[in-house]
């Protein structure tokens, strides 16, 4: 199931994490330690939304906080596997809802 489809503003971000552990030894020596093989995307999503969008998103939420889903991410033009690792935060401003989104690759 996919991610609604929903305008994604540019304050976005999608930090990778390697998933790199380094740790001195007690002689100042640097150990590396690689906790996974491939790196992996965490994803915060800001949205501005109209009333019914901030339905649809937290109807998305609900049905789907334990499963993964797919999500298309328009700064590298890929779709990605992920899962919610927060539940949405979502502002009234006006007319509209701002929403921040957390999304973890899977």
Known sequence: MPYPTLMILEESE????????????TNG???VRRLYSADKTDFVVVHMLTRAERDDLMTFYNANVTTEFTFYWPGDGVTYTVRFSAAPQVW???????????LAQV
């Open 29 to 31: 020596l640097l150990k």
């Open 92 to 102: 009234r401003k006006g007319n509209y809802y701002r929403a921040t989104v957390r």
């Open 14 to 25: 999608a930090p990778r994490e390697a998933g790199i552990e380094a740790a001195r030894a």
